[in-house]
Every structure is written in C-alpha cells, then in structure tokens.
C-alpha cells in the first residue's frame, strides 16, 4: 500500500474511496481556487523551461538536489500528486467520479502547443456547477465562446475511450487536487508527460501502480511484442529461455504490456505481496 492508501485510504486502495471525487470536497473554495490557478499558471508555461530548471537542479551539488527535492516532493504530495492505475481499477474509479468531462492535456499544450490533446478527463468537475473552471479552461487552451472545453462523457464512453489508450501505449495516471481530492484523471506517454519528464530526472511527482507485472514462462512465445509499450523500461528479453522477462523493481504496474500480448502471457500480482517490490513506490 502506498503512503496514500495508509493516509486516506484506511489500509485499502486510497483512490477507490467515494468521498475522495466528492462535491463537498470541490466545494472548498481554497480548493477551487488553486485548481484555476493551476490551470492559469501551467497553461502560460513551455515545456522547455521545466527540462532547464531539472537540468540546472543536475548541476547543482548532490545535497543540495536531495534537499529541494524532498521539499518540492512534500510539497506536490500536499497538492498535486498522481498514481498510476491500471484499467481495472480505472474502470471503478469512473464508477465512483459522478460525472467525467474530457478536457484538453495541459502537458501537451505546454510541451506541443496543442490544445486539441484530449487525453485528460476532469472527475466531479461538473459542467453546469463549474462555470468558473469552464472560463479558465477557455483562457487557457484558447477555444472559442461556443466551443466549450467540457465534453461530458458517460462511463462506459470514457472506458472505451482508455481502452482505445492503452492500445496506444499510453499509461493512466490519477491526480489529487489539493490531496485527498481526485480530480483529474490523464493519459501519459514519455514524449509529453511533464510528469513522465520528472521521472526520468528522479524526482517523484507520482507513485508507482498497486501492482507489479508478471510474465507467464508457459504462455510467452518471445514474439517481443509488449516490449515497445513499457515507458519504464522494465521489460527485458532472455536469450537463453526465448522468453520475455519483467524487471520488478523497475515495473510502474500500469498493465499496459498486457494490451499487446496475445498470448495473455503477461497479469498483474498484488506489489504489496510481492517479495522484492513491496516497499517500492
Ligand atoms: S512492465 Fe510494468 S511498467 Fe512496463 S508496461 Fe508492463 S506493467 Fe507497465
Ligand atoms: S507479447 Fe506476450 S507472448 Fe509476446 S513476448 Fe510479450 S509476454 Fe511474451
């Protein structure tokens, strides 16, 4: 269980409790407040200027890297925290949100410019109560009045729409808002996830997924075809065997490996079980 789940979560999966999408939650005014801040800030950043500061946080001397980091990690947690989730339990988690808009992707506007991006969905943020987020997503991706940035989706829609995802290789991710709050559900690759950017600089901005992923010897073929969708880098090859093998202590548990295997070679077992990833997060 990650830290999250012993915080909020009460020994059970944090992001399965119904009153972390709640409305009494996003009624909280400093609560929505910093929610259109984020958006208004994030949305007038570029992508570069996040790869300088890690970049300049590298020249920095070991101590001192570790000490900002550990402060801006406490800070994120407090904020602004993700976890990776895999279909299943997405497919809960959509069942606990009471309604699911899809909204443009800050980080592809930031690192793209695009503003066309629709892989991130809005959780409780209902569209008529919301009115005020609406003209701060309207300023920020720069649609037109009559075009508004809020398609309201059923459940099974937006689930169509992840599986389509994971096809694409694209892992989903959860994301607090002024944590415990669930507000913000994404899709993201390594080209243009700024989350996916702190990962690959160690900085923690998101905790690895409940689960670790596990290759059945007897039904992989060693086809290699899960290999290009692991963005973790978690997925190795044994000459010897001809099998495909899976790095736990580099596995993030999103499952999206599974969506290329044919064989259904590849399940996800429980991290908290898991004799060498149990504690990894
Ligand atoms: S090996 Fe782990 S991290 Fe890589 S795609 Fe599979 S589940 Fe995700
Ligand atoms: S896609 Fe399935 S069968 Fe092919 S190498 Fe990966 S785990 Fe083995």
């Known amino acids: 269980m990650c830290q999250f789940c012993h915080q909020h979560g009460e020994g059970q999966k944090w992001y399965l409790k119904a009153e972390h999408y709640s409305q009494e939650l996003l009624n909280d005014l400093e609560r929505r407040q910093y929610i259109r801040d984020f958006f208004q800030n994030y949305g007038n950043k570029k992508g570069a200027k996040f790869e300088q500061d890690f970049q300049k946080g590298l020249r920095s001397p070991a101590w001192l890297r570790k000490l900002l ?7 994120f947690r407090r904020d602004h925290f993700g976890q990776v989730v895999p279909l299943e339990d997405l497919a ?4 606990l949100a009471s309604s699911i808009v899809r909204v443009p992707c800050i980080c592809r506007k930031i690192n793209k410019g695009r503003t066309d991006a629709e892989y991130c969905f809005g959780l409780g943020l209902d569209a008529e109560k919301m009115l005020d987020l609406q ?3 309207l300023e920020t991706f720069g649609r037109g009045p009559d075009d508004g940035p809020f398609d309201r989706l ?11 995802f994971e096809k694409q290789g694209l ?14 559900l994404c899709n993201c690759d390594r080209a243009d996830c700024l989350a996916m950017l702190s990962y690959r ?11 670790v992923a596990e290759v059945n010897d ?5 086809c290699r075809e899960c290999h290009s969708l692991c963005q973790f880098g978690a997925i190795g090859f044994s000459v010897m065997d001809q099998k495909t093998f899976i790095d736990p202590l580099r596995c993030y548990g999103c499952g999206i490996c599974r969506a290329a295997c044919e064989m259904d070679a590849i399940h996800l077992a429980p991290r908290n079980e898991h004799p060498l990833a149990a504690n990894l997060w």
């Not at 980091?69 to 800070?75: A, D, N, V």
């Open 135 to 137: 003209d701060t997503f």
């Open 171 to 184: 892992i989903h991710t959860i994301w607090t808002f002024k944590t415990p709050f669930i507000g913000g």
């Open 92 to 95: 809960q988690v959509l069942n």
């Open 201 to 211: 600089y160690n900085f923690h901005s998101f905790f690895r997924g409940e689960y």
């Open 154 to 164: 059923s459940k099974e829609e937006a689930l169509a729409l992840h599986r389509g």
């Open 69 to 75: 980091y550990h402060f801006q990690e406490k800070r």
């Open 218 to 222: 007897d039904a992989c073929i060693g």
